[in-house]
């Protein structure tokens, strides 16, 4: 935790986010339904619940953590994978929110099963969205490959998506975004930064939540995808990046708040490093605005970094003012 002025610990005040990462104290990839049953865990009884409950009383705020939930008998069914093995569905990937008071807010089942998921889980029935107090308000849960499209649709183009997870929060008009991760790394870059490569696509996978709307009446190059004949271009106006400070100017109207909350790449578990998976880290904290043409990071921890962080907003400033229409982070600063 970063010390206040004197030294001393800042104190969340009831309106402040503790964000986990995706089966934070069980360990993420198992090949099937017996190799996890072991770490599965009831809702509201189990070590990751009492430990959000208990963290978020004693810090006064809400607490968000990952775990895998084990269904009650009548849940539980057995399926056909496609390519024809039986698995037992006998868990679920599930996000739990505990408030300031200790207690449960509300859970979210994970609805777009990664391929690990679906040895052993069933997937939820949509996501999730939790009305909060002021000035947080509502919050919706994710978890990791709810960000890309989900089967059976498929991707169509960078203008039309589709961007599932995008365009709920859209429409239930979500101030805060919470997605729980175990997102693998791209092998692209330096271990010690953030994973670029992942960052960028964390946002490009939320365009629409910060991507230019064409008018009726824009010419060519005025809106978004003015000049869009492939996916290469992710805005075709101009606008340049907002500088450091200017986002500094509190909650704006329709802005949205991205926490991602990521394992780093040293949390290796036996499976996993079985075979050779590592995770991305870069915890990440991003600001969008609707129509605003530009996605902001305002914070993101290095790849191999372990340890907690506070990021307070709005006082925060923007990571890095160098993101082109592309979406693309130049942390070069070139």
Excluded at 96 to 104: E, K, S, T, V
Excluded at 162 to 168: T, V
Excluded at 295 to 303: I, S
Aim: charged share 25%; proline share 8%; net charge negative.
């Amino acid at each position: 935790m970063r010390p206040a002025k004197h030294g001393r610990p800042r104190l969340p005040a009831g309106d402040d986010i503790h964000g986990n990462s995706l089966f934070v104290l069980a360990g993420y990839v198992f090949p099937d339904a017996p190799s996890i049953s072991p770490y599965l865990e009831q809702p509201r009884t189990g070590p990751t619940s009492r430990f959000c409950s208990e963290l978020a009383a004693r810090l006064r705020c809400y607490v968000v953590a990952g775990y895998p939930e084990r269904l009650p008998p009548n849940e539980t069914d057995r399926v056909h994978l496609e390519d024809g093995k039986e698995i037992e569905r006998v868990g679920a990937n599930t996000a739990a929110l505990y408030g300031p008071d200790g207690a449960l807010v509300g859970g979210y089942r994970k609805t777009n099963l990664y391929e690990t998921d679906m040895t052993w889980a069933k997937p939820g029935t949509g996501f999730t969205t939790f009305q909060l107090p002021p000035p947080l308000g509502a919050l919706t849960l994710a978890i990791c490959m709810d960000l890309n499209t989900q089967p059976p649709a498929v991707w169509s183009s960078l203008r039309t998506g589709p961007y599932e997870l995008a365009a709920y929060c859209a429409a239930q008009r979500t101030r805060v975004l919470v997605l729980v991760n175990a997102w693998l790394d791209s092998k692209d870059g330096r271990e010690d930064e953030p994973d670029w490569r992942t960052v960028n696509y964390w946002a490009l996978r939320l365009r629409p939540l910060w991507a230019r709307v064409v008018r009726e009446g824009e010419g060519e190059g005025e809106g978004e995808d003015a000049d869009e004949e492939d996916d290469d271009d992710a805005d075709g106006g101009d606008e340049s990046m907002e500088r450091p400070g200017t986002v500094d100017q509190g909650r704006q109207p329709g802005e949205e708040l991205v926490v991602v909350t990521e394992r780093d790449a040293h949390q290796l578990f036996a499976y996993a490093s079985l075979l050779g998976i590592t995770f991305a880290g870069s915890s990440s904290l991003f600001s969008l605005r609707p129509n605003s043409g530009r996605p902001h990071l305002l914070h993101a921890m290095n790849r191999r970094q372990e340890g907690v962080e506070v990021w307070e907003y709005p006082k925060a400033i923007p990571l890095d003012d160098a993101m082109d229409s592309d979406g693309q982070y130049d942390h070069d600063g070139s």
